[in-house]
């Protein structure tokens, strides 16, 4: 594994949901608390940030063009060519005290994202799934923080976290996107694992889980065994992706939020873009509606 390296130097307030855009050759990561969006070039390093009005909590891309994500109450198409946002489906438009937080793409191209109480207390979050013929559902719930997701290769499974209750779920997915066995895949016990992030799925079925209060990003076998732990030289480690022509590069987002005054010299990269190759290589970034 090579080490880790800062290739961004930013000091994100909440950089969350690394995407990788192979037809660009890059990598879109949010930045939830200003409201930016950023894009790092994979081989040119070339960096690229878009202000916009509102927050935008998720990214994907649309298997016809363009780019689709989740704002505070729902899901909207993306235009960063006028800097703003069309809602397609706003399930939480009459909950103010909630938000939209993480999302991704399924292999079968639907979108799923989970909300969370504004207040990390309430079991008010849901787990939602926009369909490619834009139609919702709500399919899961009572989370404090719905964190995540990633699926496993054959897309039968999907893996979420209430990330309050420091708890990453297993659910079964049947091809109509229908889940049904929820249990609990991992459970963090120990107060130096932090709380539990986003996460991705890498080509041999194991899924790498971000540690937000953590410093680190732990790999877990499908069976929930640790396989390997990454260090990182920050503690609020967000989420992380693989990227690169052949999948090998992880990309890892990270927070400044929560890291006071007499922790920021200690902490000078907190907020900062990561990578690494960790040797082992990702799974293909979905597109929504593909």
């Known amino acids: 594994?090579?080490?880790?390296?800062?290739?961004?130097?930013?000091?994100?307030?909440l950089g969350e949901g690394?995407?990788?855009?192979?037809?660009?050759?890059?990598?879109?990561?949010?930045?939830?608390?200003?409201?930016?969006?950023?894009?790092?070039?994979?081989?040119?390093?070339?960096?690229?940030?878009?202000?916009?009005?509102?927050?935008?909590?998720?990214?994907?891309?649309?298997?016809?063009?363009?780019?689709?994500?989740?704002?505070?109450d729902g899901y909207a198409w993306i235009n960063f060519d006028v800097i703003s946002a069309q809602p397609i489906a706003l399930p939480e438009a009459d909950m103010?005290?909630?938000?939209?937080?993480?999302?991704?793409?399924?292999?079968?191209?639907?979108?799923?994202?989970?909300?969370?109480?504004?207040?990390?207390?309430?079991?008010?979050?849901?787990?939602?799934?926009?369909d490619p013929d834009l139609s919702w559902q709500q399919c899961d719930s009572d989370y404090i923080i719905c964190n995540g997701p990633t699926f496993n290769l054959d897309n039968s499974i999907i893996y979420h976290t209430d990330s309050i209750k420091r708890r990453i779920y297993a659910l079964d997915m049947d091809s109509a996107g229908e889940l049904s066995n929820k249990r609990v895949f991992t459970q963090f016990t120990s107060a130096d694992e932090g709380v539990p992030d986003g996460m991705t799925i890498?080509?041999?079925?194991?899924?790498?889980?971000?540690?937000?209060?953590?410093?680190?990003?732990?790999?877990?076998?499908?069976?929930?065994?640790i396989l390997t732990v990454l260090p990182l030289p920050v503690p609020n480690i967000t989420s992380c992706t693989f990227a690169g022509a052949d999948l090998d590069t992880l990309?890892?987002?990270?927070?400044?939020?929560?890291?006071?005054?007499?922790?920021?010299?200690?902490?000078?990269?907190?907020?900062?873009?990561?990578?690494?190759?960790?040797?082992?290589?990702?799974?293909?970034?979905a597109k929504f509606g593909g």
């Not at 594994?1 to 307030?13: G, L, N, Q, T, Y």
């Not at 041999?204 to 929930?224: L, Q």
Request: hydrophobic fraction near 35%.
């Open 1 to 13: 594994m090579s080490d880790v390296k800062a290739v961004w130097e930013i000091p994100a307030i």
């Open 18 to 72: 690394p995407l990788w855009a192979p037809s660009e050759d890059a990598v879109y990561w949010v930045d939830i608390f200003s409201s930016k969006v950023h894009c790092y070039g994979h081989s040119d390093g070339r960096k690229i940030t878009w202000t916009f009005d509102f927050p935008i909590t998720s990214l994907a891309e649309r298997a016809d063009g363009g780019f689709i994500g989740t704002l505070n």
């Open 96 to 130: 103010p005290g909630n938000r939209f937080n993480d999302g991704k793409v399924d292999s079968s191209g639907r979108f799923w994202a989970g909300t969370m109480d504004r207040e990390q207390v309430a079991e008010s979050g849901s787990l939602y799934r926009l």
């Open 202 to 225: 890498d080509s041999e079925d194991c899924i790498w889980v971000a540690h937000f209060g953590g410093a680190r990003i732990t790999r877990y076998s499908p069976a929930g065994e």
């Open 251 to 285: 990309y890892i987002t990270t927070a400044s939020t929560g890291i006071d005054e007499a922790d920021k010299a200690k902490y000078p990269l907190a907020g900062s873009f990561f990578r690494c190759v960790p040797g082992v290589k990702g799974a293909p970034t």
